[in-house]
């Protein structure tokens, strides 16, 4: 271990290192921690030299329990909860309703953990039929192929689907609305600030405009 040099730091902060200083930085089941998780990326790409990797992993709210089971066997223990790393789905879906807000939107959150009745299904269809677009994040989706599939086969109301690169892809069922004219091309997003900086122009106006395009289709 002579070779090992250890410090204490706070990624919450301004890391105590150069700028393009490591082949390699990792963060396992830890970034879901920090305060700002954009920040704490930002930091983590700047102490990176040209080239180099960078690594995070932790449970998703889709794996959580695989993880727990995992750990039990191997150590015959049981691990508490985890917050997991949802948190920088919600980061995301807060930073559109946000983004919407600034643009004279009033935009309706749909972030549900699964549909457990009847009258939630019933519920996101009336509200999908109050809206000008949909904005649907299919990142490692929870309930969103069940909303979806409730919504676009009977309401041609614009879908925009967002995804994140580097993510597992479109889930399997998702090529089946691709033939409904009023589901958008994914757009791709690499971070939440890459997401905000083309939001407006690739978003909401490609939203808006299939928008007007389906109005003008019923005159």
Same mark, same amino acid.
């Given at each position: 271990?002579?070779? @090992?040099?250890?410090?204490?730091?706070?990624f919450?902060?301004?890391?105590?290192?150069?700028?393009?200083?490591?082949d390699?930085?990792?963060?396992?089941?830890? @970034?879901?921690?920090?305060?700002?998780?954009?920040?704490?990326?930002?930091?983590?790409?700047?102490?990176?030299?040209?080239?180099? !990797?960078?690594?995070?992993?932790?449970? !998703?709210?889709?794996?959580?329990?695989?993880?727990?089971?995992?750990?039990?066997?191997?150590?015959?223990?049981?691990?508490?909860? !985890?917050?997991?790393?949802?948190r920088?789905?919600?980061?995301?879906?807060d930073?559109?309703?946000?983004?919407?807000?600034?643009?004279?939107?009033?935009?309706i959150?749909?972030?549900?953990?699964?549909?457990?009745?009847?009258?939630?299904?019933?519920?996101?269809?009336?509200?999908?039929?109050?809206?000008?677009?949909?904005?649907?994040?299919?990142?490692?989706?929870?309930?969103?192929?069940?909303e979806?599939?409730?919504?676009?086969?009977?309401?041609?109301?614009?879908?925009?689907?967002?995804?994140?690169? %580097?993510?597992?892809?479109?889930y399997? !069922?998702?090529?089946?609305?691709?033939?409904?004219?009023?589901?958008l091309?994914?757009?791709?997003?690499?971070?939440?600030?890459?997401?905000?900086?083309?939001?407006?122009?690739?978003?909401?106006?490609? %939203?808006?405009?299939?928008?007007k395009?389906?109005?003008?289709?019923?005159?």
């Amino acid at each position: 271990m002579s070779k @090992i040099d250890f410090k204490k730091d706070d990624f919450n902060e301004t890391l105590d290192f150069v700028d393009n200083q490591f082949d390699l930085v990792s963060c396992c089941f830890a @970034i879901y921690y920090a305060e700002d998780i954009p920040h704490t990326i930002r930091e983590m790409h700047r102490v990176l030299k040209p080239g180099g !990797m960078l690594f995070t992993t932790g449970p !998703m709210p889709e794996n959580k329990q695989t993880f727990y089971d995992v750990i039990r066997e191997a150590t015959g223990k049981v691990i508490p909860p !985890m917050p997991g790393s949802s948190r920088y789905s919600t980061q995301i879906l807060d930073s559109i309703r946000d983004e919407l807000r600034k643009c004279d939107y009033l935009p309706i959150l749909f972030d549900f953990e699964k549909p457990a009745s009847k009258d939630l299904t019933e519920t996101i269809s009336t509200l999908a039929h109050m809206a000008r677009f949909i904005i649907a994040d299919i990142t490692e989706p929870r309930s969103i192929p069940h909303e979806l599939a409730t919504i676009v086969p009977t309401l041609s109301v614009p879908v925009q689907p967002l995804l994140l690169d %580097g993510s597992s892809g479109e889930y399997a !069922m998702f090529k089946t609305l691709k033939k409904y004219d009023w589901v958008l091309s994914v757009h791709h997003y690499k971070s939440l600030d890459d997401l905000l900086e083309s939001f407006e122009v690739k978003v909401i106006n490609a %939203g808006e405009q299939k928008a007007k395009e389906l109005i003008a289709r019923k005159q």
